[in-house]
Each structure stands twice: as structure tokens, then as C-alpha cells.
């Protein structure tokens, strides 16, 4: 009997600173032909992400999508769940309100497929069963931008990126002097929401601070007809708080050094059986970075080294209570930390060819004790492990001509005590002059190693049964492609286009029980995906854009031909943004998701009701450093589900203000 782990879809329940110096260096907030806003491109703007060195868009092959901090202030976007929301390609899967876990599903892929960073240090934690990211403590307040680029990626960042690659890059110093903002909002749940930023710079040395924080009574989780008879609806309350600096110092003319570091607190109550009344969640991260980089003979040369630190503690928590005394009792902990080196050299070795050579090193460890109590079935955690990952990678940005552009690499990661990978990815783009026509187009390998609850697990049960890891596992590997075009009419005021990919995936991890009821994990599943990515941006007048995007995916398993769950066969989404004036912004959004497949609480397969939730934003400028805000979530109040027995929020009314100084 196979059964697979929660989340994972089986059916189932930098390069820091260098990167982001760099990317502000370049100047281009980029808007990717795969926006969810409708904001318009141009040949000079730039990503990071596809390529980890700055490259104008229309060189860059793959799928890529950029929320810019223009996108993320006008339509009041307060998570990076909510920003994603509407990207191609990407399914968010939020299990109630605010703060509740969110994984993503990209082009089908897994939610432990997609590799998640933050200035271009991977943030996943290791002690996650699956090594899924979870998305629920990811505010905006510090983030400058978020690119998505979409497809197999490990020949760029190794473990992880099968289906994709989501880069938070965060706010970064700004120019000579001091500037800064508050901002507070107070709306439905007893909800209040506020941040205060501070940004300069002095001479030589440069600064970002940032602090957030949010509290909410929430909603329940739990849908009516699964909550016990004579039991009332009981609210589940979260709460958060995030501090992030950055410190940059020019060494000399041609070194700088910087420090990053990010820390998040959160609780979140949680609904461990229906409308259980006293389970909770605490959540402590810390994302640390330090780096020195130079650019040397004129610029030609730019080598950097960083290093990294992230630190993850969770603590479950959930005692008896009058609800049903024989529910789930628990008391856990789950650590994790990872440790990172990673040198690069950027070389222009010809003006049309950029090399990217170099390594990485990190290693990474958890450990989970505890117990939980399922009415009398007790597991105990006695989990720990760790592992070490070294790489190297070569990459060229090549100009052939002045048409054809595009990058091409091979990397090789080697994993302690599991053998090596090596990756690659070539990702061409065309321009046909006579017509402006972009042609695109990308082929690569991705891979993900197995994670270390996976390999090292042991998860022993008061019966005499236990969960053991299995270090003998495979990784997970894809291939894929994708092949596309973008037209732009009317001097760039409109703007189509449309992308087929395909995305196999092999060896996937799923766990498996013996007659004794003893489980492990095995490589046992395959998936296949395929579909269509299209869109159409307009602007009829400087003050007004539009978009509309259409998904079309098939996410099978490659053996049963069975549809996978929490994958919609339809996504459509329509964005619009209208500056009425100078200081007043009216922003509205529609996403649209059908034919889902999801498991439901009883175990057996269900079909989740279609939905649609629509968005809209408004702020007005009263002086030129006072802005009056206000916003409204699910504003048709619809009743639905994202996941079977996780009810969303209904209509929420939020209302605010921003001062600049």
C-alpha cells in the first residue's frame, strides 16, 4: 500500500547582496512579459533571476515574471502570497487566513519544487517533512521586487528548482541623505497592520531598515459541515512581526562590503481538528548574509563572495480540550539551520559573451523531538540529520547578433553521502525586426535532492511501528521545455503572447507502509505536465493598464494518468491599474481557478467547486507625503475552499494611511 506525505500533490494532504546590488546597479525594474500587472517593457529593462547577473528581458529566454515595489504599493499587496496570486503558471494554496501555510504548485510541479530565495539565499526550511517553503510569514513591507522565472532552473541554483524559481529581493540603500515611511491599516477580523522603513545613505556607507507587524482575530479555518455538531465557529488568530537592515560600505572604489539579515516571530492559531480551540504555531527565522564583491580591469571582471546563515525553530502546541477530549494532543519542536559559502566571477570575455563561473558550498542540518497524541496513537519524533552540498557552475549571456540572444550553462552539484547531479539549460530568444515579434523558447534539467526527514527520519509509535527515512533515495529529476512569442503593436500600448511548455518529472519521493504498518520512503512516482501560458497587456492611455492571463495546464501522473490534486486545469486572471490623477490610484484584480482535484478529509479524492475573488485597492495623496488607503479582499464575499475542509476568508475591508518623510 502506497500513501504519500501532506502537500506534495501525489494525492496527498547570492548570490544575496551581489545579486541585488547588482540588480539596483542596472536600474531596471523590470516587468516581464509574464507580469500580472499590465505595466508595459522595454529592451533596456532588466531581471537577475533568469540569468544571476543583470540582463535586459528581451535576451532571456525563459519565462520569467517581475512584481516591481511601483506593482506592490499601488495594489496594496501586503504578502507575497497576495502578490503571486495572479502570476502564469502558479497556484497558491493558502489553508485559511492570514498566516496559515501556503505552498505553491508551479506548472504542476510539486510544492517541495520550487526553490524559494530571498536575495538570492535559499530560505526553505530543512526540517519541513518534505522540504516545502512555506510562504505564510512573507510580508512586502522590505521588498523591492519579486521575479519569477518559470521552469527547470538547477542548472543556475542546483536542489529544488524543477518547476521554478521565486527571488524576493528586498529593498536595497538608496541615494545621499535619510528618508523614510510609516504606514498603518486597521480593518475586518480586528485586523491592524503597520510598518516603519528607514532608507540613506552617509558618505561611503549605505542603509535599509525595516520593521512590520500584524495582528488579526482571523477567521475559522474549519467549513460548516465539517464542524461538530453543537461546536460554535471559533476564530484563529495570528500575529507577526518582521525586522530586516541592510548595511553596505564602498571598501574602496572598486570593493564594497555589505550585511543583510532578516528575523521573523509569528503565531498562528490552528484548526488540528475541526475547530480545535488551543492549537498553536510558533515560527522563529533568521536570514543572514555577508558579502564583498569588486569590479576590477574597467568593470570586466567582477568577482564576489558571500557568505550565509539561516536559522528556523517551529513549536507545535495542542492540550486537551472540552471540544473532544480524544483529539489530536501535541507537543513538538522542529529546528533547522543551514550554513552557505558561494563564490562567483563574472567575466566579459568578448562584449557579446558574459561567463558566469563558480561554486557553492552549504550545509545544512535539523533535528525534531516531541510527541503527538492522535486519541491514543502516540508518534514521537527522534529526527535529526544533515548534509553537505558542494557545486560548481559555468554559464554564457551571449548577444550573437543583434537579434539573437539568450544564455546556455552546466553546473554539477555533488551531495554528501548521495552521489551527483549535473544539470543544464540552454534558453535562446529571437527578435523577428520586421514585425518586433519575440521569439522564445528554453530546454533544461532540474532536480531535487530528497530532503533529510526523508533520508534520516525516524518517527517511532507507541505501538511498536515507525516512520524510518530512507538514505538510499534517488533524487527527483525533470526535463523540460517550453517554446513561445510575444508581440507588441501600437508603439508597445499592446502587447500579446503565449508560451506551450512540458515538464516531466521522475524518481518522486512518496512514503510507503509494510503489513506491520511500519513506512519509509521510496522513489516511486512519476509526473507529467504540460499546458499553455497567454496573456494580453493594453494600455489605450498613459494613466490606464490592463491585462488578462490565461493558464491551460494537465498535471497527470505519469503511470495511473491520474489528474493531480491542487492543480487547476483553468486559471484566469484580470488586472487593472487606472491613475486617475498624479496623487489619486483606483487597482482591481479577478482571479478565476476551475476544474481542481483535491483530497478531501476523509481521505478519498474530491472535486473542489470552482471559484472567482476579486480584489480592489484605492489611495489618494491629501499632500504630497500623506496618502489615505483603503482595500478590499473577496469583495464579492464569495464562500469557498482552496483546499478541501480550508475555508477562505470572506469579505474583508481594510483602510489606512502612509506618510513619507
Sequence with gaps: MTVTTSGDGFDRRGQTARILRATVAAGGLAAAAALPAAAQTSVDEVVVTATRVPTRIEAIGSSVSVIDRQQIEERQYKTVTEALGSVPGLRMVQQGPRGANTSIFMRGSNS?????????????????????????DLTTDNVERIEVVR?????????????????????????????????AEAGSLETFDGSAHLNGRQGRVGFDVSLSGVTTEGDTVTPDRYRPAGVSEEDDGYRSIVGSAQVDVDVTDQVTFSMFGQATDSRIELD????????????REVYTSAEIAGEFFQGRYRPSLTFSYSDFTRDNSNKLDAVDPSLTVQDTRNEGDRVGVTFENEIDVHPDHTLIVGGEFFDESFDSSGSTNFGGFVVNQQSDGSAAVGAVFVQDVFQLTERLSGTVGIRHDETEDFGGETTWHVAPTYRVEATRTRLKGSVGTGFKTPSLLERFGFNPT???????????????????????FEQPLFENRVRFGATYFQLDIDDGVTTVFDAAFNSTTVNNVDIETRGVESF????????????????YLLAEDADTGQTLVRRPKHKISFDAAWRITPRATLTGGVVILSDIKDIGLNGGRVDLPDYGVV??????????????????ENALDRDYEVADGFKAPGLEAFAGTRIRF
Design 112 to 136: 517541495n519544487q520550487t526553490l524559494v530565495l530571498l536575495n538570492g539565499q535559499r530560505i526553505s526550511n530543512p526540517s519541513t517533512p518534505t522540504g516545502a517553503f512555506n510562504f505564510a
Design 151 to 183: 521552469g527547470p532552473q538547477s542548472s543556475l541554483f542546483g536542489s529544488d528548482a524543477i518547476g521554478g524559481v521565486i527571488n524576493i529581493i528586498t529593498r536595497k540603500p538608496g541615494a545621499e541623505g535619510v528618508r523614510g515611511s510609516v504606514r
Design 272 to 283: 488540528t481538528a475541526p475547530e480545535d480551540p488551543n492549537s498553536e504555531e510558533d515560527v
Design 462 to 484: 507507541n505501538f511498536g511501528t515507525a516512520f524510518r527515512g530512507n538514505p538510499d533515495l534517488d533524487a527527483e529529476k525533470s526535463f523540460g521545455w517550453e517554446a513561445g
Design 536 to 551: 494580453i497587456a493594453v494600455s489605450p492611455i498613459d494613466t490606464v493598464d490592463l491585462r488578462a492571463d490565461y493558464t
Design 615 to 632: 480584489r480592489v485597492a484605492g489611495s489618494y495623496g491629501i499632500t504630497d507625503s500623506i496618502d489615505l488607503t483603503a482595500r478590499v
